[in-house]
């Protein structure tokens, strides 16, 4: 009877070894996946930084960059050493003598832990990262709100050309710097625009633009009228 107590004591014990060994294999395999997905979003972050790499100071973008290059690291260390490891070692804080279901949770508490440090490290890198992406939106949105009023007062300064042409050949000097000042506050908002960075800049190069049209145009209606 002894003996018989004995065997199946040491089968239990082998039976939960073995669930608790395929709870952790399940737990790091669902954690590979989760790594794969951090590090999409890491290389995701790292292009859009990229982009931006002309339009941020280099010490921001620098910023952005060692984030994630970090965050990486971290991350392939996770997938070629630390899980491997975890997953070598076998279960911990399993007692297998205990009744009732194990608790995967506590399977592998590092497994756990090293996944929180994982997204922190992640998020860390993507807050650094939104303040570069914010500098784009803003810009976006500047243009999205802006370019349509540039593109009207370019199409108004180019149809005051024929009526500003009779006004140079009058020698009407006003009204020619009237119009050149346009065209120069043009080239001031088409090179912010280019420039693609400063969000406040263009819209007030547009206002600027706009205006000096406006003054152009009226300027050249009244040398109109006196020719």
């Avoid at 006004?167 to 119009?179: F, H, P, S, T």
């Avoid at 819209?203 to 109109?224: I, Q």
């Amino acid at each position: 009877r002894v003996v018989e107590e004995l065997c199946a004591a040491v089968d239990k014990v082998v039976q939960r070894r073995a669930e608790a060994q395929q709870l952790l294999s399940a737990r790091l395999q669902r954690s590979m996946l989760g790594v794969v997905k951090l590090l999409e979003r890491v290389d995701l972050l790292a292009g859009q930084c990229r982009e931006l790499a002309d339009v941020v100071e280099k010490e921001e973008l620098d910023k952005c960059m060692n984030g994630c290059s970090d965050a990486k690291a971290f991350l392939e260390r996770l997938q070629s050493k630390d899980l491997l490891e975890l997953k070598s070692a076998g279960p911990v804080g399993v007692d297998f003598e205990a009744e009732g279901k194990i608790d995967e949770d506590r399977i592998s508490p590092q497994a756990t832990a090293l996944m929180e440090q994982a997204h922190e490290i992640v998020a860390r890198a993507e807050q650094i990262g939104d303040k570069l992406l914010r500098v784009k939106r803003q810009f976006q949105q500047a243009v999205q709100e802006e370019q349509g009023k540039q593109e009207a007062a370019r199409e108004a300064l180019q149809k005051l050309q024929e009526k500003a042409q009779k006004c140079i050949e009058e020698g009407m000097e006003d009204i020619v710097a009237l119009v050149a000042t346009a065209w120069e506050r043009q080239q001031e908002a088409e090179d912010v625009l280019l420039a693609a960075k400063d969000a406040y800049g263009y819209r007030s190069a547009v206002t600027a633009f706009v205006a000096a049209v406006a003054a152009a145009k009226d300027g050249v209606e009244r040398g109109d009228e006196e020719l």
